[in-house]
C-alpha cells in the first residue's frame, strides 16, 4: 500500500502568516492527490483536487502544489477559521490518508 | 445541494456485526459519475477509507484490511447505502463518515457529518 506522511504533525501560527504543510508518499502518485480541512465535530472538508486545483467556493489563500512523491498546501494571509486539521489522500492506488497536521493560533 | 447524514446504532458490543446506513438527500445516489464511500477515524488517528460502491452495487472497492468483515451495499428506492462491520472488537470505535466520491478522480464531496461508534462490553 502506498503510505502518505504529513509535515509538520502540528504548527502554531499568528494571523496574516503563510503557512505551508507538506505530504509525502511512499512512491511516486503522479498528480493523483486530494487535501482536505476538517474542524471538530464537523464534516470534513475538500480542498484541493489534483495536486492544485482549487475546489469551488474555496478562498484564494489555499493553494497546493506538487506531483510525484512531494506536495505542499500553503495557506496564504492564515485567517481565524483556518484552524483546523489539514489531511492528504492519495488515490493512485486505492485510497490512503495522511496522518494530518493540526493548526492552532499562537 | 446534495446532503449526506449518517445513521445507526448506540453502542454495541464486541463480536457484534455493526450496521450503518448514509441518507442522501438533494440528489439521487444514481449516478455514473460517483461512488458511494465509508470513512473512518479512531481517537486520536487519521481518517481511514473503509470502502466505496456504486449505486447498483455490482462494483464494490474495499480496503483490504478490512475487507473479510465489511459489507456496502446501495438501496435506490431509498436513496441511501450502507455498511455492515462484523466480528467487531474496540479497535472499530471510531467516527464513522459516509461521502461521496468522483469514479475518476476519487475526490470525497460531500461529507456527512459523522457518526461516533462505540464498541464496548
Known amino acids: 500500500d502506498i503510505q502518505m506522511t504529513q509535515s509538520p504533525s502540528s504548527l502554531s501560527a499568528s494571523v496574516g502568516d503563510r503557512v505551508t504543510i507538506t505530504c509525502q508518499a511512499s512512491q511516486g502518485i503522479a498528480h493523483y492527490l486530494n487535501w482536505y480541512q476538517h474542524k471538530p465535530g464537523k464534516a470534513p472538508k475538500l480542498l484541493i483536487y489534483d495536486a492544485s486545483n482549487l475546489d469551488a467556493g474555496v478562498p484564494s489563500r489555499f493553494s497546493g502544489s506538487g506531483s510525484g512523491t512531494d506536495f505542499v498546501l500553503t495557506i496564504s494571509n492564515l485567517q481565524p477559521e483556518d484552524m483546523a486539521t489539514y489531511y492528504c489522500q492519495q488515490y493512485d492506488t486505492r485510497l490512503t490518508f495522511g496522518p494530518g497536521t493540526t493548526v492552532t493560533f499562537k | 445541494q446534495l446532503h449526506l447524514k449518517e445513521s445507526g446504532p448506540g453502542p454495541v458490543k464486541p463480536t457484534e456485526t455493526l450496521s450503518l446506513t448514509c441518507i442522501v438527500s438533494g440528489g439521487s445516489i444514481i449516478s455514473s459519475t460517483y461512488y458511494w464511500a465509508w470513512i473512518r477515524q479512531s481517537p486520536g488517528k487519521g481518517l481511514e477509507w473503509i470502502g466505496s460502491i456504486d449505486y447498483s452495487g455490482s462494483i464494490n472497492w474495499y480496503n483490504p484490511s478490512l475487507q473479510s468483515r465489511i459489507t456496502i451495499s446501495a438501496d435506490t428506492s431509498k436513496n441511501q447505502f450502507s455498511l455492515s462491520l462484523s466480528s467487531l472488537t474496540a479497535a472499530d470505535t471510531a467516527i464513522y463518515y459516509c461521502?461521496?466520491?468522483?469514479?475518476?478522480?476519487?475526490?470525497?464531496?460531500?461529507w456527512g457529518q459523522g457518526l461516533p461508534v462505540t464498541v464496548s462490553s
Open positions: 461521502a461521496r466520491h468522483k469514479i475518476d478522480g476519487a475526490r470525497f464531496d460531500p
